[in-house]
């Protein structure tokens, strides 16, 4: 089924596919299921069908898949019978034309038709694979449909209305390219739902049937990393991490006494069971070689913003087509099949992102230019920490979200628990944490520089623990859980905390911040603060201008504040009336203490009036 969803959440629009996935722990109970038959109904009597139907969803979510299925139940009669005519295309074939007509791209759908017959739906399945973003304040306005235009100028076109008008339109695409179309265009918008939890270990138990109990010990595992669990509700992110942890148990590696939790250690034993035990023991050039041409096609499409690949693509890294079946190419990389042109992409985006680190990891040790520069000149960087520091940069300032697991996957690297496991697979020699303190510094001294904790600076929190740098963590999670944080809130310290509010559903639960925080740190903390359920933030010396911070936050969208405490403050009636007029549109609030501080009639009468339209708001102090 899908989630029937009124807009793209902040995190939707602003953050990596696997952190919204990190992002989303709880359940959704507040969303309207809405199952296929119905994506194109009315919704009520008095309703239109919609023209643009818009379906959402990260990375390996299954939006082809159920565009699939949406075909073959339509062509066996079991739905919306009164359709007469889909036309489904990838846009991905899109990208081996320079320009085209509307009329071409139905006959590309279809070659039968040159345009739409009478009630004939069109579906745009992929629109984050188009080579180019959609731009809908400069493109051209064209209603011809013989004129020729560059693809994405095209798919424009189609939304706005301009072309194909009278066809009923559904698109699918991952959450940021879908974000550049405006609301006002989208009719209706869904959400591909992922794999439940009963789903999940299904699919374990399928995956890992011998021997037998290793899927109870995977799941065991995911239930104590939430984090891990929510990244399986997308099955080939599943498939990944049981195939994973059923080689390492397999092998009983006597080194993990425990199942890893880091992706970067989880992505390296998936790369050595996909290589197999066998070869990787027996033909370590020839893996080697594998893992490093596939390394620069995942760093160059990286680069490029690519995820499906041609012919030429492939030879341009030196890998021969067709792939052999069952080669080792063909483990990592999988056919996508049209009638117009044979396209390749990895098994999933996570796989190009962790194979593009491989490729960065061993390219920087010799590189004497800038990696990123894609061929053009740059000043020299020389040695592998001044690429490592390049990377951080470009994630942390303009391809943030783009290189937000790839820088991930890099600092992994540096691990030497990781680099054990991919001892016979990384091409040239290793130097086992050679890289590794200076490195974890550096991302320190970083972190200590923040003023404001953003999505980048959690980011490289992250990038510490795939390090395995995990001291620091640890203790802010016990002086969090002990209350203890008084006197210690550095901007280091912000930083993990924000990645504690973010990842650890224990710590967000209950958010003990009294006596610790000053106007600055709350502006630092802003963003994150909205992941936590139960907040206290008494004794904190708040007057009304931190009020205006702290609205913001009850105005979010992915706001999930349920209980929060501002007792023992200096609020007054003017802060009272801005929080009052932020829980207007709050819905998740609903518990508010406002003991001990000073707000006069005015600020009581203000939200005795915010309480006659908000229902969720049920205790008051």
């Not at 609301?183 to 439940?196: A, N, Q």
């Not at 962790?354 to 960065?360: G, P, R």
Request: hydrophobic letters at 40%; aromatic letters at 8%; one cysteine or more.
């Amino acid at each position: 089924y899908l989630w029937l969803i009124d807009s793209l959440t902040d995190a939707q629009v602003q953050d990596h596919d696997i952190v919204q996935l990190e992002l989303r722990q709880r359940e959704r109970t507040s969303l309207r299921k809405l199952p296929l038959e119905k994506l194109l109904m009315p919704l009520s009597r008095v309703s239109m069908p919609p023209r643009i139907t818009l379906t959402v969803g990260v990375a390996g979510a299954g939006k082809t898949t159920l565009v699939r299925l949406f075909v073959e139940k339509w062509a066996r009669k079991e739905l919306y019978t009164d359709i007469t005519c889909v036309l489904a295309l990838g846009l991905w074939e899109l990208n081996m034309y320079d320009r085209l007509s509307a009329e071409r791209l139905v006959h590309l759908a279809h070659p039968c038709y040159s345009a739409p017959p009478p009630g004939a739906l069109l579906i745009l399945d992929g629109l984050d694979e188009l080579r180019a973003p959609l731009d809908f304040l400069d493109s051209v306005a064209c209603t011809d449909p013989q004129r020729e235009l560059l693809p994405e100028c095209l798919i424009t076109n189609i939304i706005w209305g301009n072309l194909l008008p009278d066809s009923s339109v559904w698109v699918t695409s991952r959450t940021g390219a879908a974000s550049r179309i405006p609301g006002g265009l989208v009719d209706r918008m869904t959400e591909i739902s992922g794999l439940g939890t009963v789903e999940i270990k299904q699919f374990l138990e399928q995956l890992l049937p011998h021997p037998k109990g290793t899927a109870e010990k995977v799941w065991s595992h995911l239930q104590c990393h939430l984090t891990l669990q929510a990244l399986c509700s997308v099955p080939p992110l599943c498939h990944i991490l049981g195939v994973s942890f059923g080689f390492l148990l397999h092998n009983q590696d006597p080194s993990y006494q425990f199942l890893p939790r880091t992706l970067s250690t989880i992505f390296s034993w998936f790369l050595k069971a996909q290589l197999g035990e066998k070869e990787c023991s027996e033909s370590s050039g020839s893996n080697r070689k594998t893992v490093g041409n596939l390394g620069k096609l995942a760093f160059q499409g990286l680069l490029r913003g690519r995820s499906v690949f041609f012919d030429s693509d492939l030879k341009s890294s030196g890998i021969d087509t067709p792939l052999p079946a069952g080669s080792a190419y063909a483990r990592f990389l999988m056919y996508q099949n049209s009638h117009t042109c044979t396209g390749y992409s990895f098994f999933h985006l996570s796989t190009q992102e962790f194979l593009a680190a491989t490729y960065y990891y061993q390219a920087a040790k010799r590189a004497i230019f800038d990696l990123f520069a894609d061929g053009g000149m740059t000043w020299p960087k020389l040695g592998f920490l001044n690429h490592y520091k390049n990377a951080v940069q470009r994630t942390l300032h303009g391809e943030g979200i783009q290189l937000t697991i790839f820088l991930r996957f890099l600092s992994g690297l540096l691990s030497p628990q990781v680099l054990r496991v991919l001892a016979v697979c990384l091409p040239g020699k290793e130097e086992p944490g050679g890289y590794h303190v200076p490195a974890a510094d550096y991302l320190q001294n970083i972190l200590g520089a923040e003023r404001i904790v953003s999505s980048g600076a959690v980011n490289l929190v992250c990038c510490l623990l795939e390090l395995g740098h995990t001291e620091l963590t640890s203790a802010i999670e016990e002086a969090l859980k002990n209350g203890t944080l008084r006197g210690k809130m550095s901007q280091l310290v912000c930083c993990v905390l924000s990645y504690l509010l973010r990842t650890s559903n224990s710590c967000a639960q209950e958010v003990n911040l009294s006596q610790c925080l000053s106007y600055n740190l709350v502006q630092s903390l802003l963003s994150q603060l909205q992941y936590c359920t139960n907040l206290r933030m008494e004794n904190n010396n708040f007057q009304d201008e931190v009020m205006e911070l702290l609205a913001s936050i009850l105005r979010a969208k992915d706001c999930v504040i349920h209980t929060f405490s501002l007792a023992e403050n200096r609020v007054g009636n003017r802060g009272v009336k801005v929080l009052g007029r932020a829980l207007v549109v709050n819905y998740t609030l609903a518990v508010l203490d406002l003991h001990s501080n000073k707000i006069g009639p005015s600020g009581a009468m203000a939200l005795a009036e915010v309480l006659q339209s908000n229902q969720v708001l049920h205790s008051l102090k």
